[in-house]
Antibody, heavy 116, light 112 residues
Framework: EVQLVESGGGLVQPGRSLKLSCVAS????????MNWIRQAPGKGLEWVAYISSGSSYIYYAETVKGRFTISRDNAKNTLYLQMTSLRSEDTALYYC?????????WGQGVMVTVSS | DIVLTQAPLSVSVTPGESASISCRSSKSLLSSKGITSLYWYLQRPGKSPQLLIYQMSNLASGVPDRFSSSGSETDFTLKISKVETEDVGVYYCGHRLEYPLTFGSGTKLEIK
């Protein structure tokens, strides 16, 4: 069974940093690209970043480019999102999602709240 | 960026009846490999999105065949036959043709 478990969220002040993790199991992690997708409270889905299976290809949404960094450790079956210079508009539930047939499997999400 | 426009914003359905949701793309979603890169998701209340349909018309694993999807290169329809109470939630269309990936704004399905 495919499982994706995010962690690392919480309350953070504007301008500060936070690092999210997503541990994968139930599939060969190193064979799949991965995404971070977020959902602000009561809003729709916003794609944030993508990383290919071997980390050769990385893409970001314009709203986070230069502030967020996606990475992965295939030996640890773990995906990361380093977030810096956080803003109130980054407040959202952050999902990691496997890039299979579309983003196909999604984690349960981790909440990030940016507020003073 | 590709804009996906969903309609209606919400739909109320009697159990056992059918429901249709539309998704229109600002750009053809037909890839150079001949694949139509349109996906449908259901987000049940308080849950993560679940993939229903991939490549416009293929049912994802474990999804009941009451769900179906069709369309052209830019206009797509998700149909839910014989709606059940477990179908309640927000339906999103999305694409993976290019980056950035984008999603429609969602259609909320309620039960009458």
């Amino acid at each position: 069974e495919v499982q994706l478990v995010e962690s690392g969220g919480g309350l953070v002040q504007p301008g500060r940093s936070l690092k999210l993790s997503c541990v994968a199991s139930g599939f060969t992690f190193s064979n799949y690209g991965m995404n971070w997708i977020r959902q602000a409270p009561g809003k729709g889905l916003e794609w944030v970043a993508y990383i290919s299976s071997g980390s050769s290809y990385i893409y970001y949404a314009e709203t986070v480019k230069g502030r967020f960094t996606i990475s992965r450790d295939n030996a640890k079956n773990t995906l990361y999102l380093q977030m810096t210079s956080l803003r109130s508009e980054d407040t959202a539930l952050y999902y990691c999602a496997r890039h299979g047939e579309g983003p196909d499997y999604w984690g349960q999400g981790v909440m990030v709240t940016v507020s003073s | 960026d590709i804009v996906l426009t969903q309609a209606p914003l919400s739909v109320s359905v009697t159990p056992g009846e059918s429901a249709s949701i539309s998704c229109r793309s600002s750009k053809s979603l037909l890839s150079s490999k001949g694949i139509t890169s349109l996906y449908w998701y259901l987000q049940r209340p308080g849950k993560s999105p679940q993939l229903l349909i991939y490549q416009m018309s293929n049912l994802a694993s474990g999804v009941p065949d009451r769900f179906s999807s069709s369309g052209s290169e830019t206009d797509f329809t998700l149909k839910i036959s014989k709606v059940e109470t477990e179908d309640v939630g927000v339906y999103y269309c999305g694409h993976r043709l290019e980056y950035p990936l984008t999603f429609g704004s969602g259609t909320k399905l309620e039960i009458k």
